[in-house]
């Protein structure tokens, strides 16, 4: 990877990144696609060589990815990525249904037609994945997509950014721990289809938030009767 320099942004726009900016959003990037799983070491002085870059920023950076629980620091050991928590997952779907459906509520009436097309499209690749060689990295990856295509409206700034926190969350315990099965897949791009049709109808803004709800708190019940006893 080149240095990361205020003058070469790697993520973004608006203007030129902070090096300890650069390196927080290349290092949470890592960790966020399963590049850079539970235990993997972030050692201060390879990553300041690797980035062209003091252990300045490294440590700035660690020290907010750690604020985010995303990186743990222990002493005589040093920072590591931070172990999955599976109760933090059950935790974070949970605060994920209440958002997303208040998200998708809010975003459903300023739509376009191209937008709510785009994520039926979206729907379709899946269902064409669930009925043939199963994938559940890149199905998971589809169906984040297709949350995001229904909530891309929302007027509400907060919320999107609170919602986008929590699909990160998730989405770290899917990629390093387990993915969509192929039963539960086709239930939820059923459920896919219910919301794509009160959307389209114009429903009631309580109809859509509780159908978007009850379809990730599904998905929650499903995870936690599928855990050992």
């Not at 993520?11 to 990037?29: H, I, Q």
């Not at 907010?64 to 109760?87: K, P, S």
């Not at 379709?124 to 984040?144: E, I, K, Q, T």
């Amino acid at each position: 990877m080149p240095a990361l320099t205020p003058s070469t942004p790697t993520f973004g726009t608006g203007g030129p990144l902070s090096k300890s900016e650069s390196v927080y959003r290349e290092l949470r990037s890592r960790i966020i696609s399963g590049r850079y799983n539970a235990g993997y070491r972030l050692v201060l002085d390879q990553l300041a060589r690797e980035m062209g870059v003091s252990a300045v920023p490294v440590r700035e950076a660690i020290r907010r990815l750690e604020a985010e629980r995303l990186v743990t620091f222990t002493r005589n050991v040093g920072a590591e990525v931070a172990a999955i928590d599976l109760a933090d997952y059950a935790d974070a779907m949970q605060v994920l249904a209440w958002i997303e459906g208040a998200a998708t509520a809010l975003s459903a009436p300023h739509l376009t037609k191209r937008q709510i097309d785009d994520a039926a499209t979206t729907n379709d690749h899946m269902r064409s994945l669930a009925g043939g060689n199963f994938d559940p990295r890149l199905f998971s990856d589809l169906n984040l997509q297709f949350h995001e295509q229904l909530c891309i409206a929302c007027p509400n700034d907060h919320l999107l950014d609170l919602l986008h926190r929590e699909w990160e969350r998730v989405a770290v315990v899917r990629r390093n721990v387990f993915g969509f099965e192929p039963v539960r897949s086709q239930t939820s791009i059923g459920e896919h289809d219910q919301i794509l049709d009160l959307i389209r109808s114009g429903a009631p803004a309580d109809e859509i938030e509780k159908a978007a709800r009850n379809h990730k708190l599904r998905s929650l019940r499903q995870f936690v009767e599928a855990q050992p006893a």
